[in-house]
């Protein structure tokens, strides 16, 4: 029952590590048909098997850093998620959000049998070859042979023909001479054309002793390889194999589509519905199959609701954290009816629409220190970041300034983040600003805060932290909702130099709002100037700033806008699009 | 004080700063131009060491050469634990003596290679290579054993020994002459455990571990 080599190109499950090679915050350099892996098991349990390079310099990421949930290129300390393997952070670029595209080839991981079973190709759904059991791995034995070669030595070093069941692929249950007559089954993993490794597992529960039958097998299994390798020897070594580089998906090789207005792209689960805070409902909203896309720290989404409202939430979980998204939202009776419609409404195993997470508040992660400022439901993006800081050790602190200790949201999560949490409970206006007052006095030198929550407590912070001498840059901010009041009387014409169009806009109307009137798409979310997607870069012109997102540098600078909301001073604006 | 005649690149150099780092000794560098200076054959180097060969340790007047004997020397004079070299179990420091031997095998056949890459010398690259895979199955099965029988380290303790630093740097290595460690996984943990030792220093082309946490 020799195997050619045509035979095993064929798509087939074939094991490439015991689940003992993959300890806490290890990576194992695997390989399959010549493909190089980079094998981590995440601290949730998730084994991760990718393409073993980097996606900016090509370096071996079985060298990187597993640290728990993302993957950390030695190299220039790009991060890739747990599951999704996108990438969460650029250290050369620590004021943006990476690209969705980059995103790191991966490819299937099953655990069975003690082993790490992966495939390259299309494979049908995973089955174990042998039934469940206590089997054990024994110790993987590298071979530098054809794996054909190492399966027909296998099977030739049975004892008895009749013992012989070979199991697809490259795999027989046998019995080895030596061995006192037990039966083992051995797969063998091709690792390339001149290589592959013997993995072997057998019953343990049947033997007293497991250290002198894991020995016992390696020796008999050494032997067998120094046979295999010497008549290697005397062939000519095959050539190794290429791998099949597949072109990346569609999704990932193409420019975004263009019509990326609100769109509601991704259908979740409502796995959970609680109350996390007095008058804040928490939702997990988890993938129907597989994982979510990547996000960072700060990201929020677009959730559609069953009233056609769509709304803005955070995403407050941890990095790697995939399977759901968990968002808060407050209960606001006098809101235009988003947070009632969830309240009442939505249930648990509701399916509702989401768009893809989007970051306009990203986190820096190079800071000396975070300084971190809650109020109220404004807890949500700054949780997601104090859980990225904690994973990687960086030294933070979270402020969270609440009404009562009930109105404090996600407190079992709050808690697992220990004493980098301050609370600041039932403080009025002059005690909040006393507090503030104190916090950001200190300015040192690569610190940074982030806040989010009500108008007046971010128009506090920015000014307090403006007098405390910190730069304008060093401090990030993000609003529910634009508190400024929208004046559209305005009339001018705005030139698209990219779409080569010319639009007279009108009193009463948004640039964005008559862009598409015009057939002109372009990214928005909030639609009032408060989450910053709309951001567009001004080429000439003088624009009349409405909205709450940027800071008054940038608003000074005179080369960015929010069209949804902002208008011109100019009669004539130029933008970028 | 410590002298150290060093090379910036040189695996039993670093054998030694990785030493000193983890018993935390303060010591002084003196650079000695290797590779291209070869400043290692030049007559006043030879003075120090008649091989003309790095390391050289001097401390207080006393001049020291060969990694492994130098390593012992730090262990026992500087280490107030006791444990980087134990002298109170004969097995022990025999099984220690067996693994310095060990680590002058990887010299010869790993650091050969890439003395051979790196740095233009003309050794036999294949058979140090193949020379390096042989050694390198034996010290995988050996320690993929140990973990079987709860141990972490190259020899029968709770704890590393000289031996475990004296076999780490050229390994480590063993990629820049061309010597892939894919095949050798209980060796690539062992690795991660070393780098994870307190007072860990890392060199160019020895990178960092992740900080190990307890998983909770």
């Excluded at chain 2, 003309?122 to 290579?129: H, P, R, S, W």
Aim: include cysteine; proline fraction near 7%.
């Amino acid at each position: 029952m020799t195997q050619t080599m045509t035979d095993i190109r064929h798509p087939a499950w074939h094991p490439i590590a015991s689940s003992e090679d993959l300890p806490f915050r290890h990576v194992y350099h695997g390989q399959l048909l010549g493909q190089e892996f980079a094998v981590w098991r995440a601290d949730d349990g998730n084994v991760n098997v990718w393409e073993n390079r980097c996606l900016h310099r090509g370096v071996r990421l079985s060298i990187g850093l597993n640290e728990g949930a993302e993957l950390k290129c030695q190299y220039h300390g790009w991060r890739y998620a747990n599951r999704s393997a996108g990438c969460t952070y650029i250290p050369a670029h620590p004021a943006d959000a990476p690209a969705r595209r980059i995103t790191n080839r991966t490819f299937p991981a099953v655990e069975s049998l003690g082993l790490v079973w992966s495939a390259m190709g299309d494979v049908t759904p995973f089955a174990p070859p042998l039934p469940e059991g206590n089997w054990m791995p024994l110790r993987p034995l590298p071979v530098n042979a054809r794996p054909g070669a190492v399966l027909a030595a296998l099977t030739a070093a049975r004892e008895a023909e009749s013992d012989v069941e070979s199991l697809p692929p490259l795999g027989a249950r046998l019995v080895l001479t030596g061995v006192d007559g037990r039966a083992a089954v051995f797969f063998v993993q091709p690792v390339d054309s001149g290589r592959a490794v013997i993995r072997g597992v057998v019953e343990a529960e049947s033997w007293d002793d497991q250290l002198s039958l894991l020995r016992l097998f390696n020796e008999r299994l050494s032997t067998l390889r120094r046979q295999v390798e010497a008549e290697m020897a005397l062939e000519e070594a095959p050539e190794p194999l290429v791998p099949v580089y597949e072109p990346v998906s569609l999704e990932l090789a193409t420019m975004p589509d263009l019509r990326f207005g609100r769109q509601a792209k991704l259908r979740v689960r409502v796995a959970r519905k609680w109350q996390a805070g007095a008058d804040v409902t928490g939702l997990e909203l988890a993938a129907l199959e597989g994982h979510l896309p990547t996000f960072q720290p700060g990201a929020h989404l677009d959730l559609f609701l069953p009233n056609g409202l769509i709304r803005q939430y955070s995403i407050t979980n941890g990095p790697g954290e995939l399977l759901s998204y968990t968002v808060g939202v407050k209960r606001e009776p006098d809101s235009r009816g988003g947070s009632v419609a969830i309240a009442d409404e939505l249930r648990e195993g509701d399916v509702v629409a989401i768009s893809e997470p989007r970051n306009n508040f990203p986190l820096r992660r190079d800071a000396t220190r975070t300084i971190l400022i809650a109020g109220g439901i404004g807890i949500t993006p700054l949780l997601a970041m104090a859980k990225t800081l904690a994973s990687s050790r960086l030294p933070f602190e979270l402020h969270v300034f609440a009404r009562s200790p009930e109105h404090v949201a996600f407190p079992e999560a709050l808690d697992k983040l220990g004493e980098s949490v301050v609370p600041h409970i039932g403080l009025d206006p002059a005690g909040t600003a006393a507090e503030i007052e104190q916090l950001v006095s200190g300015y040192g030198f690569a610190r940074h805060l982030y806040v989010c929550g009500p108008g007046p407590m971010l128009d506090l912070v920015r000014r307090r932290t403006a007098e405390a001498g910190w730069p304008e840059e060093a401090v990030h901010f993000e609003y529910f909702k634009n508190v400024n009041e929208i004046d559209l009387s305005s009339t001018f014409t705005v030139e698209l130099a990219r779409s080569a169009l010319t639009l007279a806009i009108p009193s009463g109307k948004s640039i964005l709002e008559v862009m598409r009137e015009n057939g002109v798409d372009a990214p928005s979310s909030c639609e009032q100037g408060a989450c910053g997607t709309c951001l567009t870069t001004v080429l000439e012109g003088i624009p009349d700033h409405q909205d709450v997102y940027l800071n008054d540098t940038e608003r000074r600078s005179n080369s960015c806008m929010m069209t949804c909301v902002s208008r011109a001073k100019s009669d004539r604006l130029v933008l970028d699009i | 004080m410590i002298t150290l005649y060093d090379f910036e690149l040189s695996g039993n150099c670093y054998k030694l700063r990785l030493m000193m780092s983890i018993l935390g000794v303060r010591y002084d560098i003196v650079p000695v131009d290797f590779y291209p200076g070869r400043e290692h054959k030049s007559d006043w180097f030879l003075k120090l060491n008649p091989f003309g060969e790095l390391p050289v340790l001097v401390d207080d007047g006393l001049v020291l050469r060969d990694s492994q004997a130098i390593l012992v020397y730090l262990a026992r004079k500087y280490d107030t634990t006791g444990k980087w070299f134990p002298v109170d179990d004969p097995a022990l420091t025999a099984e220690i003596e067996i693994w310095h031997d060990f680590a002058n095998r990887i010299t010869g056949t790993a650091s050969a290679a890439r003395l051979t890459i790196t740095m233009n010398y003309d050794f036999d690259l294949e058979k140090a290579q193949s020379g390096a895979h042989q050694l390198f199955r034996t010290m995988d099965e050996h320690l993929w054993f140990a973990e079987r029988e709860g141990r972490e380290w190259l020899c029968k303790a709770d704890h590393p020994t000289t031996a475990d630093i004296a076999c780490f740097p050229y390994t480590a290595l063993s990629e820049e002459g061309g010597i892939s460690r894919q095949d050798y996984p209980a060796i690539r943990r062992w690795l991660d455990r070393v780098r994870r030792i307190e007072g860990f220093t890392a060199m160019s082309g020895v990178f960092p571990a992740s900080r190990a946490r307890e998983a909770s």
